[in-house]
Nanobody, 114 residues
Framework: QVQLVQSGGGLVQAGGSLRLSCAAS????????MGWYRQAPGKQRELVAQ???????YYADSVKGRFTISRGNPKNTVYLQMNSLKPEDTAVYYC????????WGQGTQVTVSS
C-alpha cells in the first residue's frame, strides 16, 4: 500500500512564502514523476509543477519564476517552495506521484490573502 502524506500549507499574506512537502511510504522503489496539482473553488484541478526521476522539471506559466519543485533524499519525497504568493494561488494543493500507478496525497489548503 503506497501512501503520499503532505504537510505544509496554511494562510499567508500576498508576497509571502510557503513550503509544501510530500513523503511517500509503502512498497515502492521510486516514482518516475512527482508533482503538485491544485484546485481552486469552482475550477478544474490543474498541474502546477512536476519533476522527473532524472530531475527534469515543468512549471505552469502562472507559477514560473515564483515556485520551485525539488525532490528530497530519499527520492520518494517532493517539495514545492512557493514564493511571491498571490491571491490567485489560493487552492487546495495535491501531491501526485506516478510509477506503474498514479497516487495522490490528501490535499492541503493554501490561502493567500490580499
Amino acid at each position: 500500500q503506497v501512501q503520499l502524506v503532505q504537510s505544509g500549507g496554511g494562510l499567508v499574506q500576498a508576497g509571502g512564502s510557503l513550503r509544501l512537502s510530500c513523503a511517500a511510504s509503502g512498497n515502492i522503489l521510486s516514482f518516475n514523476v512527482m508533482g503538485w496539482y491544485r484546485q481552486a473553488p469552482g475550477k478544474q484541478r490543474e498541474l502546477v509543477a512536476q519533476i522527473t526521476k532524472i530531475g527534469s522539471t515543468y512549471y505552469a506559466d502562472s507559477v514560473k519564476g515564483r515556485f520551485t519543485i525539488s525532490r528530497g533524499n530519499p527520492k520518494n519525497t517532493v517539495y514545492l517552495q512557493m514564493n511571491s504568493l498571490k491571491p490567485e494561488d489560493t487552492a487546495v494543493y495535491y501531491c501526485n506521484a506516478v510509477s506503474i500507478a498514479t497516487y495522490w496525497g490528501q490535499g492541503t489548503q493554501v490561502t493567500v490573502s490580499s
